[in-house]
């Protein structure tokens, strides 16, 4: 069986029944040895998510964020998948809905074929090629829906782009490069929603000056570029994947919708 942007789809749709069943009960909280907070949906929903990644695909190696704190990291060439099963952990914890799935394929250093799906929000959305992503509505265990809304990021308003900025890991940093893109608004989300409401068209720019994880970011890159936005690092270099050298983890990032990275004041 090939690994299809529909297959991808069908496998967080899933793994989103699975997380809500948890959600909607009583929520047990451990911390892992980094000090961040895991649950069983997170445990539970990378099980599922890997089983069926392995049969699609049994040569595939799966870099899964659960998986990794447990030690078991898998070698790989160009091509491989990043799963976070729930991405926004915390907000899960607090209830608010603000949480994904997400699962990416990676070749040659770039997110390629991606899902984020929220499922407490029942938005999907999907990057099927690196030039066309789409949302829908759908509830956790539904099938794969056939009305979909093709992603495109909005032109920037002429009176200052509205930007996003973590709920969780906010900084004085980043308030300051806010300031200096003349940011008309700013909201607060959780998770890899941020990326994919800027390829939605709802926001212009997401700076992100903390510690991430490439399982944090590929799907929501894959998705908001598959929409015409682009994910640079501070330097105005890509963002790229596969980063062994620093244990996958990210430089500091800006993800821009039509925003230019020129377009800061002096």
Same mark, same amino acid.
């Given at each position: 069986m090939a690994i299809t942007p529909d297959l991808l789809a069908k496998i967080a749709l899933d793994a989103g029944a699975i997380i809500m069943e948890i959600y909607n009960? /009583? *929520?047990?909280v451990s911390q892992k040895d980094d000090e961040s907070p895991v649950t069983e949906a997170d445990t539970a929903a990378e099980v599922f998510i890997l089983d069926a990644l392995m049969k699609a695909d049994p040569s595939l190696p799966i870099i899964a964020e659960e998986s990794v704190s447990a030690g078991v990291l898998p070698t790989h060439g160009p091509r491989f998948a990043l799963v976070d099963p @729930?991405?926004?952990?915390?907000?899960? *914890?607090?209830?608010?809905?603000?949480?994904? @799935?997400? !699962?990416?394929i990676v070749e040659h250093g770039r997110p390629t074929m991606a899902v984020v799906y929220a499922? /407490?929000?029942?938005?999907?959305?999907?990057?099927? /090629?690196?030039?066309? #992503?789409?949302? #829908?509505?759908?509830?956790?265990g539904d099938s794969v829906p056939i009305a979909r809304k093709r992603l495109t990021i909005r032109k920037a308003p002429a009176e200052g782009p509205i930007a996003f900025a973590s709920k969780s890991h906010r900084s004085p940093e980043t308030a300051a490069l806010l300031k200096s893109y003349n940011i008309t608004k700013t909201l607060s989300a959780g998770s890899s929603i941020k990326f994919c409401l800027i390829a939605a068209g709802e926001a212009d720019l997401y700076p992100r000056l903390g510690r991430t994880m490439e399982w944090d970011t590929a799907a929501g890159q894959a998705i908001v570029e598959a929409a015409g936005g682009r994910v640079m690092t501070i330097d105005n270099t890509p963002l790229l994947y596969g980063k062994t050298a620093r244990d996958?983890?990210?430089?500091?990032? !800006? @993800?821009?919708?039509?925003?230019s990275p020129q377009a800061r004041l002096a």
């Open positions: 009960g /009583a *929520i047990s @729930v991405d926004g952990t915390r907000e899960f *914890i607090k209830r608010n809905g603000e949480f994904t @799935v997400n !699962i990416a499922p /407490a929000m029942e938005r999907l959305f999907v990057a099927a /090629a690196h030039n066309h #992503a789409w949302e #829908a509505s759908a509830k956790p996958y983890d990210n430089p500091h990032f !800006i @993800v821009f919708g039509d925003v």
